[in-house]
Protein backbone atom coordinates (compact mmCIF):
# COMPACT_ATOMS: atom_id res chain seq x y z
CA UNK A 1 0.00 0.00 0.00
CA UNK A 2 1.31 3.43 -0.84
CA UNK A 3 2.30 5.51 2.04
CA UNK A 4 -0.69 7.86 3.00
CA UNK A 5 1.72 11.36 3.53
CA UNK A 6 2.54 10.96 0.26
CA UNK A 7 1.50 14.09 -2.13
CA UNK A 8 -1.21 12.59 -4.65
CA UNK A 9 1.51 13.04 -7.37
CA UNK A 10 3.56 11.40 -5.88
CA UNK A 11 0.97 8.49 -4.71
CA UNK A 12 0.27 7.89 -8.57
CA UNK A 13 3.52 6.84 -10.23
CA UNK A 14 4.35 4.83 -7.15
CA UNK A 15 1.01 3.17 -7.71
CA UNK A 16 0.56 3.29 -11.01
CA UNK A 17 1.67 -0.33 -13.58
CA UNK A 18 4.70 0.24 -15.21
CA UNK A 19 4.04 -0.45 -19.02
CA UNK A 20 6.08 -3.87 -18.67
CA UNK A 21 6.27 -6.94 -16.96
CA UNK A 22 8.71 -6.18 -14.55
CA UNK A 23 6.87 -4.57 -11.34
CA UNK A 24 6.51 -7.29 -9.19
CA UNK A 25 9.53 -7.54 -6.69
CA UNK A 26 11.24 -10.39 -4.77
CA UNK A 27 12.12 -10.02 -1.29
CA UNK A 28 10.96 -8.35 1.64
CA UNK A 29 12.73 -5.41 3.58
CA UNK A 30 16.46 -5.40 4.20
CA UNK A 31 17.30 -5.02 8.14
CA UNK A 32 19.00 -2.15 9.34
CA UNK A 33 22.85 -2.22 8.49
CA UNK A 34 22.37 -4.85 6.16
CA UNK A 35 22.59 -4.85 2.31
CA UNK A 36 20.47 -7.26 0.07
CA UNK A 37 19.66 -8.13 -3.32
CA UNK A 38 16.09 -7.71 -4.67
CA UNK A 39 14.97 -8.91 -8.36
CA UNK A 40 12.41 -7.07 -10.52
CA UNK A 41 10.49 -10.07 -11.76
CA UNK A 42 9.52 -10.74 -15.43
CA UNK A 43 12.80 -8.81 -16.77
CA UNK A 44 15.36 -11.78 -15.92
CA UNK A 45 18.83 -9.72 -14.87
CA UNK A 46 17.32 -6.56 -13.84
CA UNK A 47 17.84 -6.01 -10.10
CA UNK A 48 18.64 -3.89 -7.64
CA UNK A 49 20.89 -4.00 -4.40
CA UNK A 50 19.18 -2.13 -1.07
CA UNK A 51 21.36 -0.68 1.96
CA UNK A 52 19.95 0.06 5.23
CA UNK A 53 21.73 2.41 7.46
CA UNK A 54 21.99 1.37 11.23
CA UNK A 55 20.15 4.92 11.89
CA UNK A 56 16.87 4.18 9.86
CA UNK A 57 14.20 3.19 12.43
CA UNK A 58 10.46 3.60 12.70
CA UNK A 59 11.31 6.46 14.85
CA UNK A 60 13.77 7.37 12.35
CA UNK A 61 12.10 8.02 8.56
CA UNK A 62 14.84 7.91 5.97
CA UNK A 63 15.03 9.44 2.43
CA UNK A 64 16.56 7.71 -0.79
CA UNK A 65 19.96 7.50 -2.98
CA UNK A 66 20.16 5.94 -5.74
CA UNK A 67 22.81 5.02 -7.88
CA UNK A 68 23.32 4.36 -12.01
CA UNK A 69 26.86 2.94 -12.52
CA UNK A 70 28.60 2.11 -15.80
CA UNK A 71 29.03 0.60 -19.11
CA UNK A 72 30.25 -2.71 -17.13
CA UNK A 73 29.97 -1.71 -13.85
CA UNK A 74 26.40 -1.68 -14.18
CA UNK A 75 26.13 -5.84 -14.52
CA UNK A 76 28.34 -5.85 -10.57
CA UNK A 77 26.74 -2.81 -8.57
CA UNK A 78 26.33 -4.94 -5.30
CA UNK A 79 28.91 -2.79 -3.46
CA UNK A 80 28.09 0.51 -1.28
CA UNK A 81 31.64 1.48 -0.66
CA UNK A 82 31.49 4.95 -0.72
CA UNK A 83 28.00 5.42 -0.85
CA UNK A 84 27.63 3.28 2.86
CA UNK A 85 29.13 6.48 4.07
CA UNK A 86 26.99 8.94 2.51
CA UNK A 87 23.80 7.01 3.56
CA UNK A 88 24.88 6.66 7.18
CA UNK A 89 25.68 10.24 8.13
CA UNK A 90 22.47 11.07 6.29
CA UNK A 91 20.06 8.51 6.97
CA UNK A 92 19.17 7.56 3.34
CA UNK A 93 18.19 3.99 2.02
CA UNK A 94 21.02 2.98 -0.36
CA UNK A 95 19.49 2.09 -3.81
CA UNK A 96 22.21 0.48 -6.57
CA UNK A 97 20.37 -0.12 -9.92
CA UNK A 98 21.77 -3.80 -11.67
CA UNK A 99 21.86 -4.78 -14.85
CA UNK A 100 22.99 -7.99 -16.13
CA UNK A 101 23.69 -7.66 -19.70
CA UNK A 102 25.69 -4.64 -18.63
CA UNK A 103 24.73 -2.43 -21.31
CA UNK A 104 22.78 0.94 -20.21
CA UNK A 105 22.40 1.67 -23.73
CA UNK A 106 20.42 -1.15 -24.24
CA UNK A 107 16.61 -1.47 -23.66
CA UNK A 108 17.06 2.04 -21.59
CA UNK A 109 13.61 2.22 -21.37
CA UNK A 110 13.35 -1.09 -19.55
CA UNK A 111 16.21 -0.18 -17.28
CA UNK A 112 14.48 2.82 -16.39
CA UNK A 113 11.39 1.14 -15.22
CA UNK A 114 13.29 -1.12 -13.11
CA UNK A 115 14.13 1.83 -11.20
CA UNK A 116 10.89 3.16 -11.14
CA UNK A 117 9.94 -0.39 -9.42
CA UNK A 118 12.48 -0.13 -6.80
CA UNK A 119 11.56 3.75 -6.14
CA UNK A 120 8.25 2.01 -5.61
CA UNK A 121 9.72 -1.20 -3.93
CA UNK A 122 11.53 1.11 -1.09
CA UNK A 123 8.87 3.78 -0.76
CA UNK A 124 6.02 1.40 -0.26
CA UNK A 125 8.26 -0.72 2.36
CA UNK A 126 10.20 1.18 4.62
CA UNK A 127 9.49 5.07 5.95
CA UNK A 128 10.28 7.48 3.42
CA UNK A 129 10.12 11.26 3.66
CA UNK A 130 9.04 12.67 0.36
CA UNK A 131 11.77 14.46 -1.99
CA UNK A 132 14.48 13.80 0.63
CA UNK A 133 17.06 12.14 -1.36
CA UNK A 134 20.03 11.76 -3.69
CA UNK A 135 20.37 10.74 -6.89
CA UNK A 136 23.54 9.90 -9.12
CA UNK A 137 25.09 8.01 -12.13
CA UNK A 138 28.89 7.66 -13.37
CA UNK A 139 29.61 7.25 -16.92
CA UNK A 140 27.23 5.25 -19.00
CA UNK A 141 24.59 5.16 -16.17
CA UNK A 142 23.74 8.53 -17.61
CA UNK A 143 21.70 7.00 -20.03
CA UNK A 144 18.97 5.60 -17.46
CA UNK A 145 19.26 8.39 -15.27
CA UNK A 146 18.58 11.34 -17.71
CA UNK A 147 15.36 8.90 -18.83
CA UNK A 148 14.50 8.50 -15.02
CA UNK A 149 14.20 12.13 -14.55
CA UNK A 150 12.42 12.92 -17.95
CA UNK A 151 9.85 10.31 -16.68
CA UNK A 152 9.42 11.30 -13.37
CA UNK A 153 9.17 15.17 -14.24
CA UNK A 154 12.24 16.42 -12.18
CA UNK A 155 11.49 17.98 -9.25
CA UNK A 156 7.99 18.29 -9.45
CA UNK A 157 5.62 16.23 -6.82
CA UNK A 158 6.45 13.12 -7.90
CA UNK A 159 10.68 13.35 -8.23
CA UNK A 160 11.80 12.03 -4.63
CA UNK A 161 15.25 14.10 -5.04
CA UNK A 162 16.60 17.14 -4.12
CA UNK A 163 20.09 16.35 -4.65
CA UNK A 164 21.69 15.50 -8.20
CA UNK A 165 25.36 13.89 -9.03
CA UNK A 166 26.33 13.86 -12.31
CA UNK A 167 30.22 11.81 -11.97
CA UNK A 168 31.76 11.85 -15.50
CA UNK A 169 28.31 10.98 -16.54
CA UNK A 170 26.92 10.51 -20.36
CA UNK A 171 23.71 12.43 -19.17
CA UNK A 172 22.37 14.10 -22.17
CA UNK A 173 19.44 14.98 -21.17
CA UNK A 174 19.13 19.17 -21.57
CA UNK A 175 17.76 20.53 -18.93
CA UNK A 176 14.90 23.14 -19.69
CA UNK A 177 12.62 25.50 -17.49
CA UNK A 178 14.81 25.83 -14.05
CA UNK A 179 16.73 23.48 -11.93
CA UNK A 180 14.56 23.10 -8.88
CA UNK A 181 14.45 23.09 -5.67
CA UNK A 182 17.73 21.09 -6.14
CA UNK A 183 21.42 21.23 -5.48
CA UNK A 184 23.55 19.84 -8.63
CA UNK A 185 27.09 18.54 -8.57
CA UNK A 186 28.70 18.46 -12.37
CA UNK A 187 31.78 16.23 -11.93
CA UNK A 188 34.36 15.63 -14.62
CA UNK A 189 38.41 14.94 -15.08
CA UNK A 190 41.04 16.81 -17.53
CA UNK A 191 42.40 13.52 -18.11
CA UNK A 192 38.95 11.98 -18.87
CA UNK A 193 38.00 15.01 -20.77
CA UNK A 194 37.54 13.69 -24.21
CA UNK A 195 36.60 10.13 -23.34
CA UNK A 196 32.95 9.23 -25.28
CA UNK A 197 33.40 13.67 -25.06
CA UNK A 198 32.47 13.68 -21.16
CA UNK A 199 33.81 17.20 -20.97
CA UNK A 200 31.26 18.17 -23.82
CA UNK A 201 28.08 16.67 -22.41
CA UNK A 202 29.80 17.53 -18.57
CA UNK A 203 30.25 20.87 -19.53
CA UNK A 204 26.94 21.13 -21.65
CA UNK A 205 25.13 20.17 -18.71
CA UNK A 206 26.27 22.56 -16.45
CA UNK A 207 25.55 25.57 -18.61
CA UNK A 208 22.07 24.18 -18.66
CA UNK A 209 22.34 25.11 -14.61
CA UNK A 210 23.90 28.35 -14.95
CA UNK A 211 21.24 28.94 -17.43
CA UNK A 212 18.53 28.22 -15.33
CA UNK A 213 20.23 29.91 -12.29
CA UNK A 214 20.63 33.20 -14.16
CA UNK A 215 16.70 32.89 -14.69
CA UNK A 216 16.31 32.38 -11.10
CA UNK A 217 16.65 28.60 -10.86
CA UNK A 218 18.80 26.92 -8.27
CA UNK A 219 21.74 28.26 -7.54
CA UNK A 220 23.94 25.44 -5.29
CA UNK A 221 25.32 24.35 -8.74
CA UNK A 222 29.05 23.20 -8.80
CA UNK A 223 30.45 22.33 -11.88
CA UNK A 224 33.69 20.38 -10.37
CA UNK A 225 36.75 20.10 -12.97
CA UNK A 226 39.36 17.79 -11.42
CA UNK A 227 42.96 18.49 -13.05
CA UNK A 228 44.65 14.52 -13.53
CA UNK A 229 41.45 12.98 -12.55
CA UNK A 230 40.54 10.04 -15.12
CA UNK A 231 37.33 8.12 -15.02
CA UNK A 232 36.47 7.66 -11.67
CA UNK A 233 34.54 8.74 -8.89
CA UNK A 234 36.50 10.50 -6.32
CA UNK A 235 36.32 11.41 -2.42
CA UNK A 236 36.28 14.82 -3.07
CA UNK A 237 32.94 14.62 -5.55
CA UNK A 238 31.15 12.40 -2.88
CA UNK A 239 32.45 14.95 -0.52
CA UNK A 240 30.90 17.86 -2.41
CA UNK A 241 27.70 15.97 -3.15
CA UNK A 242 27.20 15.08 0.39
CA UNK A 243 27.97 19.02 1.50
CA UNK A 244 25.13 20.21 -1.22
CA UNK A 245 22.61 17.57 -0.52
CA UNK A 246 23.07 18.69 3.21
CA UNK A 247 22.45 22.32 2.04
CA UNK A 248 19.34 21.59 -0.21
CA UNK A 249 17.76 19.08 2.64
CA UNK A 250 17.35 21.68 5.02
CA UNK A 251 16.11 24.51 2.07
CA UNK A 252 13.36 22.00 0.50
CA UNK A 253 12.55 19.05 2.35
CA UNK A 254 10.08 18.35 5.01
CA UNK A 255 11.22 16.14 8.02
CA UNK A 256 8.03 14.21 9.68
CA UNK A 257 6.68 11.25 8.22
CA UNK A 258 2.69 12.37 8.07
CA UNK A 259 1.27 8.75 8.61
CA UNK A 260 2.18 8.33 12.03
CA UNK A 261 0.22 11.05 13.03
CA UNK A 262 -3.08 10.56 12.54
CA UNK A 263 -4.56 12.29 14.90
CA UNK A 264 -6.51 15.43 13.20
CA UNK A 265 -5.19 17.69 15.74
CA UNK A 266 -1.78 16.71 14.84
CA UNK A 267 -2.28 17.02 11.39
CA UNK A 268 -2.35 20.54 10.81
CA UNK A 269 0.73 20.69 12.89
CA UNK A 270 3.03 18.47 10.56
CA UNK A 271 1.48 19.75 7.42
CA UNK A 272 2.81 23.11 8.29
CA UNK A 273 6.55 21.54 9.45
CA UNK A 274 6.24 19.56 6.42
CA UNK A 275 5.63 22.85 4.09
CA UNK A 276 8.70 24.63 6.50
CA UNK A 277 6.64 27.00 7.96
CA UNK A 278 8.27 26.30 11.02
CA UNK A 279 7.05 29.43 13.02
CA UNK A 280 3.23 28.05 12.52
CA UNK A 281 4.30 24.77 13.27
CA UNK A 282 5.86 25.59 16.41
CA UNK A 283 3.19 27.82 17.25
CA UNK A 284 0.40 25.07 16.89
CA UNK A 285 2.42 22.33 18.63
CA UNK A 286 2.46 25.25 21.80
CA UNK A 287 -0.92 25.97 21.67
CA UNK A 288 -2.23 22.15 21.81
CA UNK A 289 0.48 20.98 24.53
CA UNK A 290 -1.11 24.27 26.66
CA UNK A 291 -4.54 23.39 25.81
CA UNK A 292 -6.44 22.80 29.42
CA UNK A 293 -8.76 20.03 27.16
CA UNK A 294 -5.99 18.30 25.77
CA UNK A 295 -5.81 14.53 26.36
CA UNK A 296 -1.97 13.69 28.26
CA UNK A 297 -0.80 11.42 25.70
CA UNK A 298 -2.08 14.13 22.78
CA UNK A 299 0.29 16.88 24.55
CA UNK A 300 2.98 13.44 24.56
CA UNK A 301 3.22 13.58 21.12
CA UNK A 302 2.23 17.74 20.20
CA UNK A 303 5.91 18.17 22.69
CA UNK A 304 7.38 15.38 20.51
CA UNK A 305 6.60 17.19 17.63
CA UNK A 306 7.98 20.22 19.45
CA UNK A 307 11.04 19.14 19.85
CA UNK A 308 11.66 17.61 16.28
CA UNK A 309 10.54 21.22 15.43
CA UNK A 310 13.43 22.64 17.93
CA UNK A 311 15.82 20.25 16.24
CA UNK A 312 14.93 21.85 13.11
CA UNK A 313 15.31 25.44 13.49
CA UNK A 314 18.66 24.25 15.47
CA UNK A 315 19.98 23.29 12.24
CA UNK A 316 18.51 25.91 9.87
CA UNK A 317 20.34 28.46 12.21
CA UNK A 318 23.35 26.32 12.26
CA UNK A 319 23.67 26.28 8.21
CA UNK A 320 22.81 29.86 7.88
CA UNK A 321 25.50 30.63 10.02
CA UNK A 322 27.95 28.36 8.31
CA UNK A 323 27.34 30.00 4.89
CA UNK A 324 27.25 33.22 6.24
CA UNK A 325 30.80 33.19 7.13
CA UNK A 326 32.18 30.99 3.89
CA UNK A 327 30.02 31.28 0.73
CA UNK A 328 27.59 34.47 0.66
CA UNK A 329 26.66 33.35 -2.79
CA UNK A 330 24.86 30.30 -1.24
CA UNK A 331 23.69 32.09 1.69
CA UNK A 332 22.11 35.12 -0.56
CA UNK A 333 20.44 32.01 -2.47
CA UNK A 334 19.03 30.17 0.66
CA UNK A 335 18.34 32.82 3.09
CA UNK A 336 14.98 34.09 1.64
CA UNK A 337 13.84 30.21 2.19
CA UNK A 338 15.24 30.18 5.90
CA UNK A 339 13.58 33.17 6.68
CA UNK A 340 10.49 32.29 5.69
CA UNK A 341 10.96 28.83 7.52
CA UNK A 342 11.42 31.11 10.46
CA UNK A 343 8.85 33.43 9.87
CA UNK A 344 6.89 34.03 13.12
CA UNK A 345 9.21 31.80 15.34
CA UNK A 346 10.58 32.82 18.57
CA UNK A 347 13.94 32.37 16.99
CA UNK A 348 13.69 34.38 14.05
CA UNK A 349 15.22 37.41 14.85
CA UNK A 350 18.59 35.38 15.84
CA UNK A 351 18.55 34.65 12.09
CA UNK A 352 18.05 38.24 10.81
CA UNK A 353 20.75 39.58 12.91
CA UNK A 354 22.87 36.61 11.99
CA UNK A 355 22.47 37.30 7.68
CA UNK A 356 22.61 41.44 8.67
CA UNK A 357 26.14 40.91 10.39
CA UNK A 358 27.08 38.19 7.40
CA UNK A 359 26.51 41.47 5.06
CA UNK A 360 28.68 43.57 6.64
CA UNK A 361 31.91 41.07 5.77
CA UNK A 362 34.67 42.37 3.72
CA UNK A 363 33.86 39.71 0.27
CA UNK A 364 30.40 39.31 1.16
CA UNK A 365 29.15 41.80 -1.67
CA UNK A 366 31.67 40.66 -4.09
CA UNK A 367 31.74 37.19 -4.21
CA UNK A 368 27.71 37.55 -5.17
CA UNK A 369 28.67 40.06 -7.15
CA UNK A 370 31.76 37.71 -8.99
CA UNK A 371 29.34 34.80 -8.56
CA UNK A 372 26.51 37.32 -10.68
CA UNK A 373 29.23 37.68 -13.41
CA UNK A 374 30.25 34.53 -13.91
CA UNK A 375 26.55 32.71 -13.96
CA UNK A 376 25.64 35.36 -16.60
CA UNK A 377 28.70 34.56 -18.56
CA UNK A 378 28.95 30.89 -18.24
CA UNK A 379 24.91 30.88 -19.85
CA UNK A 380 26.14 33.54 -22.49
CA UNK A 381 29.15 31.60 -24.01
CA UNK A 382 28.20 28.16 -22.72
CA UNK A 383 31.03 25.58 -22.32
CA UNK A 384 32.90 26.67 -25.63
CA UNK A 385 33.45 29.84 -24.05
CA UNK A 386 35.84 28.00 -21.16
CA UNK A 387 36.38 25.12 -22.50
CA UNK A 388 36.35 25.21 -26.45
CA UNK A 389 38.73 21.95 -27.19
CA UNK A 390 36.05 18.65 -27.24
CA UNK A 391 39.11 16.74 -26.70
CA UNK A 392 41.41 18.27 -24.01
CA UNK A 393 40.69 20.30 -20.89
CA UNK A 394 42.14 23.55 -21.46
CA UNK A 395 40.91 27.00 -20.22
CA UNK A 396 40.35 29.20 -23.23
CA UNK A 397 43.23 31.82 -22.94
CA UNK A 398 40.24 34.52 -23.37
CA UNK A 399 39.12 33.34 -20.29
CA UNK A 400 41.98 33.37 -17.89
CA UNK A 401 42.02 37.47 -16.74
CA UNK A 402 37.90 36.80 -16.12
CA UNK A 403 38.60 34.27 -14.04
CA UNK A 404 41.24 35.62 -12.02
CA UNK A 405 39.26 38.48 -11.38
CA UNK A 406 36.48 36.02 -10.42
CA UNK A 407 38.70 34.32 -7.51
CA UNK A 408 40.53 37.52 -6.05
CA UNK A 409 36.85 38.97 -5.48
CA UNK A 410 35.67 36.11 -3.57
CA UNK A 411 35.72 34.51 -0.51
CA UNK A 412 38.78 31.23 0.01
CA UNK A 413 36.90 28.89 0.09
CA UNK A 414 33.93 29.35 -1.38
CA UNK A 415 31.85 27.02 -4.11
CA UNK A 416 32.31 30.11 -6.73
CA UNK A 417 36.24 29.97 -5.66
CA UNK A 418 36.61 26.34 -5.84
CA UNK A 419 35.52 26.60 -9.33
CA UNK A 420 37.60 29.57 -9.96
CA UNK A 421 40.53 27.53 -8.86
CA UNK A 422 39.87 24.80 -10.64
CA UNK A 423 39.60 26.30 -14.48
CA UNK A 424 42.52 28.31 -13.32
CA UNK A 425 44.40 25.17 -13.29
CA UNK A 426 43.43 24.24 -16.24
CA UNK A 427 44.89 27.20 -17.94
CA UNK A 428 47.84 26.49 -20.36
CA UNK A 429 50.16 29.42 -19.09
CA UNK A 430 49.82 33.40 -19.00
CA UNK A 431 46.66 34.47 -20.76
CA UNK A 432 49.27 37.15 -23.06
CA UNK A 433 52.16 34.73 -23.97
CA UNK A 434 49.69 31.66 -24.66
CA UNK A 435 50.15 31.15 -28.28
CA UNK A 436 49.37 27.68 -28.70
CA UNK A 437 45.48 28.19 -27.41
CA UNK A 438 42.31 29.23 -29.92
CA UNK A 439 41.79 32.76 -30.64
CA UNK A 440 38.59 34.51 -31.38
CA UNK A 441 37.40 33.68 -34.98
CA UNK A 442 39.44 29.98 -35.47
CA UNK A 443 37.37 27.18 -35.92
CA UNK A 444 37.28 24.88 -33.05
CA UNK A 445 35.82 21.35 -31.58
CA UNK A 446 32.05 21.46 -30.49
CA UNK A 447 29.93 18.63 -29.39
CA UNK A 448 27.38 20.99 -31.90
CA UNK A 449 30.33 20.94 -34.76
CA UNK A 450 32.71 23.28 -35.69
CA UNK A 451 31.99 26.74 -34.52
CA UNK A 452 34.49 30.10 -32.97
CA UNK A 453 36.16 30.70 -30.08
CA UNK A 454 33.68 33.36 -28.50
CA UNK A 455 34.80 36.99 -29.04
CA UNK A 456 36.36 39.05 -25.80
CA UNK A 457 33.38 40.70 -25.14
CA UNK A 458 30.97 37.30 -23.85
CA UNK A 459 33.72 38.10 -20.81
CA UNK A 460 32.43 42.14 -20.51
CA UNK A 461 30.38 42.20 -17.35
CA UNK A 462 27.47 41.97 -17.60
CA UNK A 463 24.34 43.17 -15.87
CA UNK A 464 23.36 42.18 -12.60
CA UNK A 465 20.84 39.29 -12.25
CA UNK A 466 20.47 38.90 -8.29
CA UNK A 467 20.52 36.13 -6.08
CA UNK A 468 16.77 34.82 -5.83
CA UNK A 469 14.75 31.95 -4.21
CA UNK A 470 14.02 29.08 -6.00
CA UNK A 471 10.61 29.27 -7.68
CA UNK A 472 7.62 26.74 -7.38
CA UNK A 473 7.53 26.08 -11.09
CA UNK A 474 11.08 24.06 -11.53
CA UNK A 475 10.61 20.77 -14.09
CA UNK A 476 11.94 20.85 -17.19
CA UNK A 477 9.68 22.32 -19.82
CA UNK A 478 9.31 22.44 -23.43
CA UNK A 479 6.49 24.26 -24.99
CA UNK A 480 2.96 23.14 -24.88
CA UNK A 481 4.79 19.87 -23.17
CA UNK A 482 4.63 18.83 -19.27
CA UNK A 483 7.48 18.93 -16.93
CA UNK A 484 9.62 16.33 -17.37
CA UNK A 485 8.80 15.42 -21.09
Same mark, same amino acid.
Given at each position: ?P?A?????F??W???P?????V????G?A?????E??????K?G?S??????D???DD??A???M??????GC???G????????C???N???IN?Q?????N??DT??K?????A??R???????I?P??????????G?L???GLQ??L?G??D???F?HTSL?????????????G?MS?????????W?M???G????D???D???ST???G?????F????G?GH?????????A??????????FC?F????D?? &?? /? =????? #?? %??R????R???? +????Q????T?AE?K??????A???D????Q?L?M??E?A????A??????????K?L?D??? &?? /? =????L #?E %????E???S??K +????FV??F??????A?F???????L?P?AV?????????CV?G?????MA??F??MAGGD????E?G?????A?ES???P?????R??F??P???G??P?????G?????K????
Open positions: MNGMTRARLMVAVMIACLLVAPSAGKTQVSVEGDYFFLYVPSYSNPGVHFFNGQGANNSFGQWSKTDTHLIGMYADGDAKGGIDAAVALHVIGKYKIGRGMVGSFSGGPHGKKGRANWPCYSSNFRLTLRGGTRWLVAVGSDEGARLDSQGRAALFTARGSADVYRVTKKSITGGDVQADDAFERSDLAGLYAPYS &EP /E =LKAIV #AA %ANLDLGAAGL +AKKLEGKEPLAKAAAIGKIKRVEVAAGLKSDPLCGFYARGFQQRHPR &EG /E =LREL #A %ARKGKYSTV +AWERRTAKGRRQFPSGSKCLNEKFMKKIQDDESLMHNSELAEKDDSPKPGNISNGTTVPPRIDPRRIVHPRRDVMRRSGSRGE
